[in-house]
Every structure is written in C-alpha cells, then in structure tokens.
C-alpha cells in the first residue's frame, strides 16, 4: 500500500487569508490528483497534474508537483467560505489510486 | 462522461448481518473500479480494485469481499458484519489518470 501524507490535518483561517495545503511520499506516482470533498458526498477531482514541476491553476487555487514526482502542494489565495471542505491528494500507479490522509478547510467569514 | 450509481445511501445493519453494496457505472466501458473505506474527515483507504469482469484485487486482507459479474457492476459484500465494519464506502472508476467517485454509502453496523 503507497502512503501519501498530507499536512496540515486541520486548519481554520479567516476569509482573505491565504495558505497551502503538502502532501508528500516516499513513492514515485505517474499522475496525483487533488480532490474536494463535501460531507456525505464522494470526492470531486480538481485537478490532474502528471509531470514532474508542472504546475495548474484553477482560478484562487494553483497546484505543483513535485519534480521528483513524490510530492505535491496545493496553495489558495484569499480563500473564501466555499473553500471549506476536505481536501485530498491522491496517487496514481498503474490501476491503483491512493489516497493522502486528509487535510479538512474551514474558512470563517 | 462516465456516471456512478451506488445504493443504498444510508444503511444500519446488526452486527453478523450479511452486506450488498452495489455501484453501476455509465457512460464508459471496461473501466477501472475501486472501492475504498474512509473515516470520518480522513484519507480514503483502498480495499478493493477490478481491472475486468471477475479479476478482483484485494488491498487489505478484511471481513470484506468484492465482486464483478458484469463490466460495469462491482459489489461489496460481507458474510458478517462487524462493528468495525462501520464507515463511509466509495465506489469509483477510472479513465486514464483521474478516478470519478459515486455518492458513498454510510453504514453503520449496530
């Protein structure tokens, strides 16, 4: 089983503010994904990126991977209420995808 | 777009109670499924994945079975459920690099 960490586990910040969201292994992944989960619902992809120091931007929200494709942040800009939500990075290799152990966003108005 | 179905919602179930969740997909063939267990506000835990009718890989050794009679059908089953059965379950596929998900499944075994 692959292990992708995410920090930080929790963080709560005041709308405007800005921050990043890691999530790292010790494996080598041929794609990551960043997904938004709401409560009670599946996981809604964001983004894919697949090569090593690419970097997407998703209007407020930019994603980098790594350059040895291990690893993966997500930064928000002046981040909003919608922001809220459970954010997670997953791995792909081969069939598999694996998932980080979370990082829960609350943004307060 | 490929389109996930998966039932029922919710589900309260004894403890030694059998288990059937079921996820269909649409709008693609010969997809990749997975079903995956997350706990409250946490990662998603991979516990089965299927790259074809009948061919079943299992992540975790648990209380828990998949199968695929058909290309588009993944089932979750259980012979006996535990209390440690209790979570939030995913079904999802996947094209290429990027994995869609059903609603989830919450089920608690009491």
């Known amino acids: 089983t692959q292990l992708l960490e995410q920090s930080p586990q929790f963080l709560s910040i005041q709308e405007g503010e800005n921050l990043t969201v890691y999530c790292n292994s010790s494996s080598v992944f041929s794609s990551l994904q960043w997904y938004r989960q709401e409560p009670g619902e599946g996981p809604v992809l964001l983004v894919t990126?697949?090569?090593?120091?690419e970097v997407k931007k998703l209007k407020r929200l930019t994603f980098q991977f790594g350059d040895a494709r291990k690893d993966s942040s997500l930064h928000i800009t002046a981040a909003q209420p919608g922001d809220t939500g459970l954010y997670l990075c997953?791995?792909?290799?081969?069939?598999?995808?694996?998932f980080g152990t979370g990082t829960s966003l609350t943004v307060i108005p | 777009s490929q389109t996930i179905h998966q039932w029922p919602a919710t589900l309260v179930q004894p403890v030694g109670s059998p288990l059937s969740l079921e996820c269909t997909v649409e709008?693609?063939?010969?997809?990749?499924l997975y079903w995956y267990r997350q706990a409250a506000g946490r990662g998603l835990q991979l516990l089965f994945y299927?790259?074809?009718?009948?061919?079943i890989s299992s992540e975790v050794p648990q209380n828990l079975s998949a199968s695929r009679p058909q290309d588009r059908q993944f089932i979750l089953s259980s012979k006996k459920l535990l209390l440690s059965d209790s979570g939030f379950y995913l079904c999802?596929?996947?094209?290429?690099?990027?994995?869609?998900f059903g609603q989830g499944t919450r089920l608690t075994v009491v």
């Open positions: 990126v697949v090569t090593g120091g």
């Open positions: 709008g693609t063939s010969n997809p990749n």
């Open positions: 997953a791995g792909g290799t081969g069939n598999q995808f694996y």
């Open positions: 999802a596929c996947s094209e290429n690099t990027e994995a869609f």
């Open positions: 299927s790259v074809g009718i009948g061919q």
